[in-house]
């Protein structure tokens, strides 16, 4: 928010209204203080006597920026200024100017640290505050796409390639950005930028080295998605005695195996897990495992074969969608044949299978191209056509095409839906517990929809590629604000048993609020100042309002502490 001047005529002389923002910069500022992140950074990040600032405070207020999802590097000096820095406890710094070269410098001085102790230090202070349970840990990737030429490569091999986009932006480059966060309150734990062609199959072994060093033991439960289900990587972790949950993709021996067999029988299973249906107030969905023992062919991993209500629905939608796509390009088709390029029987078979390959829908459908014959007369010679005139006939071969879906197939294939397997490398532990540790790999997914949408991660606007990985290392730090504040707030409202917080319009109250809709109701809050000449003649701030006042309650910030978080204590 910009500061806003307002001139005011008096029998004194001109006065000035300015205002400043004060928002939810006092709810970041009391974890900041309450983890020591200004300590730990200055462990790691020298000062120099000629700094009129130093980088690390520079630092602290990117942070800041990055946790509210506000500006553009070249638009922070605009935001520095719009802002309270009581609220900061770093009044002192108000008349210096932050320009983007003054960003750009600190960044410069974090890449070239140790990050990798950084970050351990951060994550284990983190975990011990606010007792973090580490028993789970999550992993997943997603990647960012740049706009501009970044060139360059970093000493940990970053750089920008073209890959597959997550982003849909295959026509740009891009980064990967890897992120392991705990199960309890998907608070992040690590993570670590690659280059843009990189894959997740190739991550997995370095991660949970890192994870281990941080866990202090091997046996945390490390689960990611069907990209850790490689031979290399599994072995590596059962072998260093960890263990390991994901998914088996489809090209699997065993996932073919079972879906073959599931086509010609049905097999028996039991409920193991009813739950209400995310996003639905009253739906219901429920999980079954198929009775039996599954094995991999390969070092005997435990398969827990896991039929879902809601996937079964969505399977046969996406079938449906595909069918009626294809016949509706087969009824195109149908009516350009014998004209064009489709005028022989193999032109208009490999039309035919184009379409139903497309749609993945080959063993579904039926067609037959039928073959009829023309005749016609057609005039020897030339001139007006009498009584002499000679015809001879001619024929020519038309082509008909007929299609129907294949109802058994169909019937067969309806047997597999809603089917999945989940490998555990564990024996002891149980089907319903393989597949709540699973179910909590989306909440890693919305972490990475923040990442992009709320902090904007991306595109990226840099002139060198040591600046972007010391960026994402500062994302990654707000990433673990927010989610702290957010798991702090909701176990809050668990303890104190309340049906949440007005958060949402019209008063409505959630119990799961998110960070993002926490400083939505602060966005307004400001501090005002009446200045006549040099001089600060009169000083106001608006009111808080009881939702306000009890989210601070619940994150042990007083009101005082609010407006001069100079006073802020750790916790």
């Not at 739950?275 to 107030?281: A, F, I, M, V």
Request: aromatic share 10%.
């Amino acid at each position: 928010m910009k500061n806003t001047a307002i001139k005011c005529k008096t029998d004194k002389g001109k006065r000035k209204l300015k205002r400043f923002q004060a928002g939810a910069l006092p709810l970041i500022h009391g974890i900041v203080e309450r983890i020591g992140l200004r300590e730990i950074l200055y462990n790691h990040i020298c000062c120099h006597g000629n700094e009129d600032v130093p980088a690390v405070e520079t630092l602290i207020l990117l942070i800041f920026n990055l946790t509210l999802g506000k500006a553009p590097l070249y638009e922070l000096d605009q935001w520095v200024r719009s802002i309270d820095f009581r609220c900061l406890g770093i009044e002192e710094f108000r008349k210096v100017k932050f320009t983007d070269d003054r960003f750009g410098r600190a960044l410069d001085k974090l890449y070239k640290a140790d990050r990798a102790s950084l970050m351990t230090d951060i994550v284990v202070r983190v975990v011990k505050l606010f007792d973090i349970n580490l028993d789970r840990i999550h992993n997943d990737s997603t990647s960012l796409k740049a706009y501009g030429k970044i060139p360059g490569k970093t000493t940990t091999g970053l750089e920008l390639k073209r890959g597959h986009s997550k982003d849909h932006r295959p026509d740009l480059k891009q980064l990967v950005f890897c992120l392991s966060v705990s199960s309890d309150g998907c608070v992040p734990v690590h993570h670590k930028c690659y280059a843009g062609n990189r894959t997740d199959d190739t991550t997995h072994i370095e991660t949970w080295d890192t994870l281990q060093r941080i866990v202090s033991t091997p046996g945390f439960l490390y689960v990611g998605d069907s990209k850790l289900c490689t031979d290399d990587q599994l072995s590596y972790i059962v072998g260093k005695g960890g263990r390991a949950i994901t998914i088996i993709p489809e090209t699997w021996d065993e996932v073919k195996s079972f879906k073959e067999d599931l086509r010609k029988k049905r097999k028996v299973k039991e409920i193991i897990w009813r739950r209400r249906k995310p996003g639905s107030l009253n739906e219901k969905e429920y999980f079954s495992t198929f009775k039996g023992e599954y094995l991999t062919t390969k070092r005997g991993y435990k398969i827990h074969w896991i039929y879902s209500s809601e996937k079964r629905k969505r399977d046969r939608g996406i079938r449906e969608k595909y069918l009626k796509e294809a016949e509706q390009n087969l009824t195109l088709l149908n009516a350009r044949i014998n004209t064009g390029k489709l005028k022989t029987k193999e032109a208009i078979q490999e039309a035919v299978g184009n379409i139903v390959h497309k749609c993945n829908i080959e063993e579904f459908f039926h067609h037959e191209i039928g073959k009829a014959k023309e005749t016609y007369r057609v005039q020897v010679g030339r001139g007006r056509p009498g009584k002499n005139t000679k015809y001879i006939i001619r024929e020519n071969i038309l082509y008909t095409l007929s299609w129907m879906r294949k109802g058994e197939a169909l019937k067969r294939e309806a047997n597999t839906d809603g089917v999945f397997p989940l490998l555990c490398t564990n024996n002891n532990i149980s089907a319903k517990e393989t597949l709540k540790a699973y179910k909590y790999q989306p909440a890693l997914e919305k972490r990475f929809t923040q990442f992009k949408s709320i902090h904007n991660a991306a595109p990226l606007l840099f002139k060198k590629i040591e600046r972007v990985e010391a960026n994402m290392f500062a994302f990654f730090i707000a990433l673990i604000i927010q989610a702290l504040i957010e798991r702090s707030l909701r176990k809050k409202i668990n303890r104190e048993k309340i049906d949440g917080l007005e958060v949402y319009p019209e008063e409505r109250k959630t119990a799961y609020p998110t960070t993002n809709k926490v400083f939505s109701l602060f966005n307004s809050i400001s501090t005002y100042t009446i200045n006549q000449g040099s001089k600060i003649v009169e000083e106001f701030k608006d009111e808080l309002t009881e939702t306000q006042k009890t989210i601070l309650k619940f994150l042990g910030i007083t009101q005082d502490q609010y407006w001069e978080s100079g006073l802020m204590t750790k916790n």
